[in-house]
């Protein structure tokens, strides 16, 4: 018999078997499951993403160069399994029910010559048909395809930019305390060094000595407020804290 809820959270959690408890266990259960599904299909079209624009480098290159394509299939199909087929001219177009994956089928890339043949003696559209720079062409072009997109969307992200969290105190520590920072404090400056994030404000106070103490500006209320704080080490951590 399948436990209850109710046995669960009694057993692991130690709460109360009251329905409000019960009822928060199931949301955060909830969100928790469906924050893991949202990460696996972050993974699935990520990877995806990439094969796709993989996938159509060699796609573009062979119609470039006169090959036949006969299949161009996003995710594997194995056991015939596909979510999607539809044939245009000469290439069926398919989206396999395996995401994780895909391949561009053209006439003849299986093939291998025999002796003495020529490369007049396959048909047209036959990937070996083509001259080796061609072939070169129409394999390489997977590999820069991905280059290509990294570069896009590099240089997209370096358009859009990114969040910088501000340098805002959330809790503040005993010393600290005492020392006059306050929650909600953003500081401005950290030994006369401007700080506008955290992660600068961290690097700031990460090169200060420890033991001694550090001046530093924080907005208050609208006004500039001048702190000396004491810099301390962890004593597990060669680093500031």
Partial sequence: MRPSVQAIAGRWFDLPLH????????????????????????????????????????FLAAKANGVKVLRFAVGFDFWGLRLFRKQIGETEYVIGAFPL???????????????????????EGHFLSRTIGQRAQIISAGVIANFLLAFVLCYGAYLVGYHRYLPEVGSVGFDSLQSGLR????????????????????????????????EMVVLRGGQRVTLQLPVMRDPNEPINV
């Fill in 183 to 214: 929650r909600g404090d953003v500081i401005e400056s950290v030994d006369g060094d401007r700080v506008d994030s955290w992660t600068e404000m961290f690097m700031a106070y990460a090169m200060q000595e420890p033991g001694e103490d550090v």
């Fill in 101 to 123: 994956g895909g391949y561009v089928k053209m006439l003849g890339q299986e093939d291998l010559p025999a002796d003495g043949q020529e490369s007049e003696a396959v048909p």
């Fill in 19 to 58: 329905e409000p408890h019960i009822d928060a266990l199931r949301k955060e259960i909830g969100a928790l499951m469906l924050q893991k599904i949202l990460y696996v299909a972050e993974v699935v079209l990520g990877f995806g993403g990439l094969i796709f624009v993989h996938e159509l480098g060699h």
